[in-house]
Structure formats: C-alpha cells, structure tokens
C-alpha cells in the first residue's frame, strides 16, 4: 500500500532553517501531486504547500511564501520543504498527504513536529 513518511523535524530557534522530507512509496512517484500540511496545539490543521506531479507547479500559503519551498528529489523519491526564517507561529506537527483530486487527500503521513523556541 502507499506510504508517506516524513523526517527532518526538530527544534530550532527563530530566523534558524530546518527542510523536511516526505518519503513516499508504493505508487509512480511523480505521478500525484503532494502537499504539506501543519498542526498546532489548539488550533486547526493549516494547508502549507503543495507540489503538482511533474513539478511543474508549486503553490504556498500566505503565512509560509517567500520563506518556506517546496521540492522534490527524484533521486530519493521524496518531496522535501525546506523552511527558512523560521518564527515561533511555525511551531506544529508537519504532515504529508498525497492528493488524489484539487482539494481531496487519500494518503497521510504520521508526523514531524518543528519546534521554534
């Protein structure tokens, strides 16, 4: 079945960069788009960005353009969101989901938290 996995989470102190990766397996790698999502404590799961199949789109929230970029590796199979200037709003468990229609999601990771302290 389709896994996503995501690493690279951590804690970090503001204006400092952390980039996560999402490892996905099981399908045609670049045959579905994959977004990023946040969570924090309290509040409720936040969209961040989203990469389309090929790449050949990227698209940001308000809140994360200009600072945070979205990627894929082609050679590990991962989509990987490098997060620069980073502020304490940031702080949230970070997931992955692939997309399997504009706005509809079929498979999730379990988690990275990025912590900004």
């Known amino acids: 079945h389709v896994q996503l996995v995501e690493s690279g989470g951590g804690s970090v102190q503001p204006g400092g960069s952390l980039t996560l990766s999402c490892a996905t397996s099981?399908?045609?790698?670049?045959?579905?788009?994959i977004a990023w999502f946040r969570q924090a404590p309290g509040k409720e799961r936040e969209w961040v960005a989203t990469?389309?199949?090929?790449?050949?789109?990227?698209y940001y929230a308000d809140s994360v353009k200009g600072r945070f970029a979205i990627s894929r590796d082609m050679a590990k199979n991962t989509v990987d969101l490098l997060m620069n200037s980073l502020k304490s709003e940031d702080t949230a468990l970070y997931y992955c989901?692939?997309?399997?229609?504009?706005?509809?999601?079929?498979?999730w990771g379990q988690g990275t938290q990025v912590t900004v302290s």
């Open positions: 990469i389309t199949a090929g790449a050949s789109s990227t």
């Open positions: 989901a692939r997309h399997d229609g504009w706005w509809s999601f079929d498979y």
């Open positions: 099981n399908y045609k790698y670049n045959t579905a788009s």
